[in-house]
């Protein structure tokens, strides 16, 4: 009897254990799902960028246009440094993206410490939803705000240049101004979202350390520096580090939207993105864009790779791996 009960208390926790496992699979389903048809599945399409695409008439599926198109080894890529400007390209996306981790970590964190200092918290609500909404705009929609202020012939600008008597800057024929636009703008829209992972993390902090400091004469400088720096370092440098993943990426609605695509501004707002768009609606070949693409996210993985191997050694437990 007691074998029979012991086989029995066996087979019924082994039937909890498998209905566990269905019940947790069950919610990790849709996830890995999605994972595999709009991740996995896609990079099907990295061979694209070794072959000249075309598009066969009598069955023109996907499967069958990659797999009897005619390879071409790395002539797809050759295309993005065929340009007399291509190192004013990769120079303006580097250097904007340079500017845009710099100062997005720097304000982002700033904004962060000042939101969790204030003690009113409708007041911090408040702030908190004034910085982050402009992240659900569209570049499309701010383009036309700031059209509105720079329009040449009725833009709010325009009207307060003519009406103080000031030469009247012509804003979309003229690309000095351009790089502090973009700058600007980019910061405007993006730092709220970073403001509120920073307050996240911020708001986690156990408040007795800033008690502690207190007790001990800290001020409130010194608390941020000893208490609230220390703690954020580990989401810094993560953040940081994806962020260098994509340091050879171009926001395509900023620098295409924003200016207006006009023409005399690409000395400082053509970068590769907008440049890859310009050579596909022209010469509309697949293998091209893909390739570009193909090159960005190898760039990109590579300097993750770099960035974290630094981090590691000099500190470990900041690392992504």
């Given amino acids: 009897m007691d074998k029979i009960k012991t086989r029995r208390k066996k087979a019924s926790q082994g039937y909890a254990n498998r209905r566990k496992t269905v019940l947790l699979l ?8 999605w994972l595999l048809f709009l991740r996995y599945l896609p990079m099907f399409g990295i061979l694209i960028a070794f072959k000249d695409y075309k598009v066969y008439t009598k069955a023109p599926s996907l499967l069958n246009n990659v797999l009897h198109s005619a390879w071409s080894g790395l002539q ?21 993206n340079v500017i845009f981790i710099v100062l997005g970590l720097v304000l982002s964190v700033a904004f962060a410490i000042m939101l969790n200092e204030i003690t009113k918290k409708y007041i911090a ?134 200016p207006m695509d006009s023409g005399p501004l690409y000395s400082a707002t053509q970068v590769i993105d907008t440049y890859i768009y310009k050579v596909m609606a022209t010469v509309q070949n697949m293998g091209m864009s893909t390739a570009a693409g193909l090159l960005q996210q190898l760039v990109g993985f590579t300097c993750i790779i770099i960035a974290n191997t630094i981090v590691r050694k000099v500190d470990p437990d900041s690392s992504l791996f």
Avoid: C
Wanted: hydrophobic share 50%; proline share 4%.
């Fill in 125 to 258: 609500k408040t702030y908190q939803t004034l910085m982050f909404f402009p992240y659900f705009m569209s570049w499309v929609v701010a383009s036309y705000f700031l059209l509105a202020f720079l329009d040449p012939t009725s833009g709010l600008i325009t009207q307060l240049q003519k009406g103080l008597g000031l030469e009247v800057i012509n804003w979309y024929g003229d690309a000095r101004p351009w790089p502090l636009i973009l700058v600007v703008a980019n910061v405007w829209k993006n730092t709220g979202y970073s403001t509120i992972l920073y307050l996240a993390a911020i708001t986690g902090i156990d408040k007795s350390q800033y008690e502690a400091a207190s007790i001990d004469g800290a001020t409130k400088l010194q608390q941020i520096r000893y208490v609230t720096l220390p703690h954020l370092r580990t989401m810094i440098i993560v953040l940081f580090i994806m962020n260098i993943g994509k340091i050879i990426n171009a926001d395509f609605g900023l620098f295409f939207s924003l």
């Fill in 76 to 96: 797809n890529f050759r295309f993005l440094f065929a340009t007399s400007d291509a190192l004013k390209i990769i120079r303006n996306t580097l250097v904007y």
């Fill in 26 to 33: 069950s919610m990790v389903l849709p996830g890995a799902i």
